[in-house]
T-cell receptor, first 115, second 109 residues
Framework: DTEVTQTPKHLVMGMTNKKSLKCEQH?????MYWYKQKAKKPPELMFV???????INESVPSRFSPECPNSSLLNLHLHALQPEDSALYLCASSQGVRVGDEPQHFGDGTRLSIL | QQPVQSPQAVILREGEDAVINCSSSKALYSVHWYRQKHGEAPVFLMI?????EQKGHEKISASFNEKKQQSSLYLTASQLSYSGTYFC??????????FGKGTRLSVIA
């Protein structure tokens, strides 16, 4: 079991659907991250939230919309996705915002399939 | 810029040792090491900050040579539980981590 909880674990959606991924942590971490991971590839950073504010957007298409309602919760809203968006979506958190000094704690991920 | 990991894959028998290397063409502030088992989340192993220190985690240790802009992960007396993909992540000073392509380690009995 990980300390970062992601739901759902699996999601299958059509290209016209709207869905959301949820991530929760109760470690008091102030930085939260969304990563996308394709099979046999490393995680690729999508977004970073620092103190509930979006601090980094790695040029992610607007069909992915992140939201941080509070310090424990991070959402990723999905709309009009493409088949190439099928991947494992990982959420992570770290104590502060100085990424170099602190470990990131990952959730188990949501495996997303776009039909 | 993505760090380069070597080897891409390695197969060990239980009890054997292995070294995984991570190098960058840019100056580094820190190197992170993670292990990801199939179907699971990446798990943090250790962080090395510039200063050339060596850290250890059970029978896994690592070094960081900032002049050479490289880090090495040492796995001693490998166990079956060490199997997985090892990623190094590098950053240049409060910038997002960039992960290497990974090294797939298989430990067999």
């Amino acid at each position: 079991d990980t300390e970062v909880t992601q739901t759902p674990k699996h999601l299958v959606m059509g290209m016209t659907n709207k869905k959301s991924l949820k991530c929760e942590q109760h470690m008091g971490h102030r930085a939260m991250y969304w990563y996308k991971q394709k099979a046999k590839k490393p995680p690729e950073l999508m977004f970073v939230y620092s103190y509930e504010k979006l601090s980094i957007n790695e040029s992610v298409p607007s069909r992915f919309s992140p939201e941080c309602p509070n310090s424990s919760l991070l959402n990723l809203h999905l709309h009009a996705l493409q088949p190439e968006d099928s991947a494992l979506y990982l959420c992570a958190s770290s104590q502060g915002v100085r990424v170099g000094d602190e470990p990131q704690h990952f959730g188990d991920g949501t495996r997303l399939s776009i039909l | 810029q993505q760090p380069v990991q070597s080897p891409q894959a390695v197969i060990l028998r239980e009890g054997e040792d292995a070294v995984i290397n991570c190098s960058s063409s840019k100056a580094l502030y820190s190197v992170h090491w993670y292990r990801q088992k199939h179907g699971e989340a990446p798990v943090f192993l250790m962080i090395l900050l510039k200063g050339g220190e060596q850290k250890g985690h059970e029978k896994i240790s690592a070094s960081f040579n900032e002049k050479k802009q490289q880090s090495s992960l040492y796995l001693t007396a490998s166990q079956l539980s060490y199997s997985g993909t090892y990623f190094c992540g590098t950053e240049k000073g409060n910038t997002p981590l960039v992960f290497g392509k990974g090294t797939r380690l298989s430990v067999i009995a």
